[in-house]
């Protein structure tokens, strides 16, 4: 399999990067800039990725006067939805689940200076040098599944840059054209959003830094029942080191299960935890954001729609009390 892209400029090699980061079909040594064809020819993209006209529209999409032609090439698309533009889920079928423990073969930055956000955020910035002072990723939403609670967000705060993390390929590659398909219908809007296929037991420290997050998400995580899979859970007193170490102070870890025995255990990491302190009754009614943990997300729903109960834990990033003078 290869691609091939005829008159290219940056963002069209960086949105390429960024799509097949979350696929293991296609590498980027099998990706051909022909740049000298572009003089000659009409921009015009070929592509013998298994889906040409959904990956036509990927690059497409960088290119406002190229809109209509998406739409048109999603006409002929069965994997996008002909009146939205969105994807379509059920031709992003994944196995239900993937083992976080197991190596994969994904490319992970090697530090948090290295994660290119001109992959993410091209509209927001056009070039990867990425000075010091700009904007950084502030919300991370681990585990984010079909990316609902991103899509909300990404309208909540619109200026505020967040990205979910996610361990399966086909799901990661859904959130990826849902969010372009947004892009597109929407123009301006969507642009803070974005999505990694990553393993976030053990790379979340390879995408931020110290106190670089306000807020992180763990909705209906895996469960994990077996006593002997708990280490595989996503929320654990090791792993909340790591989460406290990327928290802000006054940053907000927000979780919710329909698994009472998976919430008990959660709320009981973070209750035990010293640099973390539950939000009271005021503070929950307060925040916009709890309203979206259990309508947001498509296990959210999932469970609404079956009239299942739910449990969270809300929690904030302190200082503990022996480093407060420091
Ligand atoms: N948060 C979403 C929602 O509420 O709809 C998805 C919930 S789903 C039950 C859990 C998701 O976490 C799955 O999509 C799974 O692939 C992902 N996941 C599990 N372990 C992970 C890990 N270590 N790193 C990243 N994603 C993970």
New binding site residues.
Partial sequence: MWISIIKYSTPHVQMVKWLLESTEEIRWSDVKLEKNKAKQTPLKHSAALHEEAKDFCFLASLIPSLQREIMLQNKANPTINKSTGLPRKRFYR?RA??N?LSDSHFPVPLSPSHVDYSLHYPQLFPSSDRSDGSKKIEFA?????????LISLSTLFPETLMIG????DK?TEYVKERILGLRVANPGQYQNVSVVR?????YIPNYFEKGQLSKM??????PHFKEKNHR?R?ISPHLLDEYAYVLKVGGIIYT?TDVEELGEWMKSCLQNHLMFEPLSETELDADPVVKLLST???????VARNGGQTFQAVYRRIKPASQENS
């Fill in positions: 994944a689940h993937s976080p939403d681990i585990g984010c599944g079909f990316g609902g609670l993390m996610e361990l399966r799901v990553t393993n976030s037991m053990k998400f763990f909705l209906f995580p895996d595989r996503v919710i947001a997300t498509e296990e959210g729903q999932k």
